[in-house]
């Protein structure tokens, strides 16, 4: 199978190409990713030097003619469309790239695979357009849409443009919601990646308001083969669930990477809370369970202990991601909420 990958050199992106690409030694995959501050293309330079099912073309989303080309010259038979605009608190700060790349960008991909009859088509979504929940519960895939940030915002704008092509013109998308994740090239904006780079150099880690939000956190790996279950075995315009089983406040989560990194707690700050920050996220994923057999295989603190490792051997990774444009959104952002 050949498949075109959007978003392969951001977080999500990178882990899923590197499993895909060990794990089916018949399939071959086209990068295609804009490299945003987000994105790293010597996250997968090794597979761009050694590996000839690997192709990397730089390129946006929203580009009508590069997609169809790319669509049409390599015979792809399914995207997988990570590309995103990823950071909530960026999205406050300026929701335009957002819409143009989550909603435009992901509108423009479906119709040229359309137009194209490309056999299938995953759009990967997030438990965030559901909103948020109170102290119990869990979203299913039949909870309505209510999202709280222009990010969740975009991303539902994608979600619904989706189920449309899938009911107006029986395009065959898949959507997958997923819950937090976390792992290896995480971007360090992200709370686990952004308080573990804190902690190393003793500077304050920031958690906002109460620190008693609650993300139900999933490695990374879990995420990828959920959504490797959705392309293989998922059901033609059906929305998949999956989550980690793990709900951790974020005060829980930042207290047991400062005993993991060996820092003290007084390096932990309060600052002023997110605007329109979702309380309470937890999934529901029976039906991925049911029908497609999906399960999260790692426990919260082995992951933790695990990505935390990594970071820790990838140090040079770290400051290579960590220049200009990102440092300078970090500085202005954290200025002016201390
Ligand atoms: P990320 O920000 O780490 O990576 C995004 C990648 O997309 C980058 O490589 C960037 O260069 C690329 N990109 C951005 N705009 C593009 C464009 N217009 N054209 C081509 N490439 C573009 O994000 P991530 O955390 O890896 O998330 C990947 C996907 O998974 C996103 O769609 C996100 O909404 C979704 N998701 C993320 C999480 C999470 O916890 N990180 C959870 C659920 C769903
Ligand atoms: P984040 O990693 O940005 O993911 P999301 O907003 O998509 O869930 O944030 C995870 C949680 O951590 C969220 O409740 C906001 C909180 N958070 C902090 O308290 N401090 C921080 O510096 C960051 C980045 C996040």
New binding site residues.
């Given amino acids: 199978m050949k498949i075109l990958v959007t978003g392969g050199c951001g977080f999500i992106g990178t882990n899923f190409i590197r499993l895909m690409l060990g794990s089916h030694p018949d399939w071959s995959i086209i990068n295609l990713d804009k490299l945003t501050y987000a994105g790293n293309r010597l996250n997968l330079l090794d597979l761009e030097e050694n590996e000839p099912r690997y192709d990397f073309v730089q390129g946006d989303i929203c580009d009508r003619d590069l997609v169809m080309d790319l669509l049409a010259d390599h015979k792809v038979d399914a995207v997988v469309n990570f590309a995103a605009e990823s950071?909530?608190?960026r999205s406050i700060n300026d929701p335009s790239p957002f819409v143009a790349t989550n909603v435009a960008g992901a509108q423009n991909l479906m119709e040229c695979a359309r137009q194209r009859r490309t056999e299938r088509f995953v759009h990967v979504s997030t438990d965030?357009v559901y909103g948020t929940l109170g102290p119990s519960g869990k979203f299913t895939e039949d909870t309505p849409l209510a999202p709280n940030s222009p990010y969740s915002a975009s991303k539902a704008g994608a979600d619904l443009m989706a189920r449309a092509y899938f009911e107006t013109y029986h395009f065959p998308v898949l959507i997958t919601r997923c819950s937090?994740n976390y792992g290896p090239y995480q971007f360090p904006?992200?709370?686990?990646p952004?308080?573990f780079l804190n902690a190393k150099a003793n500077k304050q880690l920031?958690?906002?308001g109460d620190?008693l939000?609650v993300?139900d956190w999933i490695f990374v790996d879990d995420h990828c083969r959920g959504v490797e279950l959705t392309l293989t075995k998922g059901r033609e315009g059906q929305v998949y669930n999956f989550g980690g089983n793990a709900e951790e406040t974020?005060i829980s989560v930042v207290r047991t990477l400062l005993s993991i990194v060996g820092k003290p707690e007084s390096l932990i700050t309060y600052v002023t809370d997110?605007p329109g920050?979702?309380k309470r996220?937890a999934m529901d994923f029976s039906l991925a369970h049911k029908e497609l057999g999906f399960a999260p295989t790692l426990p919260f603190d082995e992951g933790l202990t695990r990505t935390i490792a990594w970071y820790e051997a990838n140090g040079t990774w770290l400051e290579q991601v960590q220049s200009g444009e990102y440092r300078n959104f970090m500085d202005t952002w954290y200025e002016e909420r201390a």
């Fill in positions: 950071h909530v608190d965030e937090n904006e992200k709370l686990i952004l308080m920031p958690v906002y620190g939000n993300r974020n997110r920050h979702d996220y």
